[in-house]
């Protein structure tokens, strides 16, 4: 059974500064890694999607991965209270579905 | 050009009655993805399309549940004699290819059993 890991938080941060989220996987062969976020009561939006080892940047976002330990990473710079959401975290599993972590929740204080 | 539609929204329904969820994917989009959110749980996948098949529907309830994507069409979720805990929101995710792609999700619809 492939598994994604997060921790649940809440994770709290002043505006402004770098809010750093976690996740692990269980399945060693994964390919591709999502994350995505879900405001309170909305659907889930994609933010950004990575599938090599290292880092991808857009604009105030970059995603880590490291295959070798199974962990993937979101960083926000310069948080801002609109950031206040629940990130979630997914793999690919064997048929193209996605696996999501139960994600983590973050406060961006003013 | 317009995302992936879902309707309807809110979707109330007594015990043992039907529910039918419709999902229209993004424009060229053939991938179909069905998703529930129970309450303070995450996302667990249902059941995965194409146009006229069922490619993988591993995370799908045996019994009551069922889905399609016809050659015309939305893709539909069907409930039958729905219970309780039936109550979610369930999302429709659409790609534009198979594995390992990204998915576009749809507004949701939030199903409540009274």
């Known amino acids: 059974q492939k598994e994604v890991e997060q921790n649940s938080g809440p994770l709290s941060v002043p505006e402004g500064a770098i809010a750093s989220l976690n996740c692990t996987y269980s399945d060693r062969g994964s390919q591709s890694f999502f994350w995505y976020r879900q405001y309170s009561g909305k659907s889930p939006e994609l933010i950004m999607s990575?599938?090599?080892?290292g880092d991808k940047e857009d604009g105030r976002f970059t995603a880590q991965l490291n295959k070798a330990s199974q962990y993937v990473s979101l960083l926000i710079r310069d948080s801002q209270p609109s950031d206040s959401a629940t990130y979630l975290c997914a793999v690919t599993g064997s048929q193209g579905n996605l696996i999501f972590g139960k994600g983590t929740k973050l406060s961006v204080k003013p | 050009n317009a995302g992936v539609m879902q309707n309807p929204r809110h979707l109330v329904r007594r015990r043992g009655q039907e529910a039918r969820l419709r999902c229209s994917p993004m424009k060229g989009h053939s991938h179909v993805y069905w998703y529930r959110q129970l309450p303070e749980e995450g996302l667990k996948f249902m059941v995965y399309?194409?146009?006229?098949?069922?490619?993988?529907e591993s995370g799908m309830p045996k019994e009551r549940f069922s889905a399609e994507f016809p050659k015309e069409g939305p893709s539909i979720l069907r409930i039958q004699q729905v219970v309780r805990g039936d109550s979610a929101a369930y999302f429709c995710?659409?790609?534009?290819?198979?594995?390992?792609?990204?998915?576009?999700f749809g507004p949701g619809t939030r199903l409540t059993v009274t």
């Open positions: 990575i599938y090599s080892n």
């Open positions: 995710a659409s790609s534009p290819r198979d594995i390992d792609y990204e998915q576009y």
């Open positions: 399309l194409q146009k006229e098949n069922i490619i993988d």
